[in-house]
């Protein structure tokens, strides 16, 4: 399985990078090719962080691991929340309960169908 997997959160343009490995890869990965170092581990499930300079800006994802289990998916799609947040606060849209939380339920129900194609080929 690859370690990096990307999503474009439509029709807003906003990526997301999903990296499945141990901490220490994937801080070494987020150092390598964007020069953030994302410090000491401090959650042991998953951790959503917003990267962002004056030349990119996205939202990366750190699991530990993918099995396609509930365990997994509940991770994913917890931080893909995190995630849908930070694309509505960058935006200026606010999230609501009652019907005016479609925005946000439409975005996150999207990308969690693309996480899931991307992280196992099988669906």
């Known amino acids: 399985m690859k370690r ?3 999503l474009l959160a439509d029709p807003y343009g906003y ?3 999903i990296y499945v490995g ?8 987020m150092l390598r090719h964007y020069a953030v170092d ?8 998953g951790e959503q ?9 996205f ?3 750190w699991l530990p691991r993918w099995d396609s289990k509930p365990w997994s998916i509940g991770t994913l799609s917890h931080e893909l929340n995190h995630a849908c947040f930070r694309l509505f ?3 200026g849209t606010k999230v609501r309960e009652g019907k005016k939380n479609e925005p946000f339920c439409y975005l996150q129900g ?3 169908k693309r996480a899931l194609e991307t992280l196992d080929e099988r669906w």
């Open 4 to 6: 990096v997997h990307w």
């Open 15 to 17: 990526s997301i990078l």
């Open 22 to 29: 141990t901490w220490n890869q994937y801080r070494a990965h």
């Open 38 to 45: 994302m410090g000491d581990q401090v959650n042991y499930g």
């Open 49 to 57: 962080s917003n990267i962002g300079n004056d030349t990119i800006e």
């Open 59 to 61: 939202s990366a994802i």
């Open 89 to 91: 606060k960058r935006i």
């Open 110 to 112: 999207q990308l969690l």
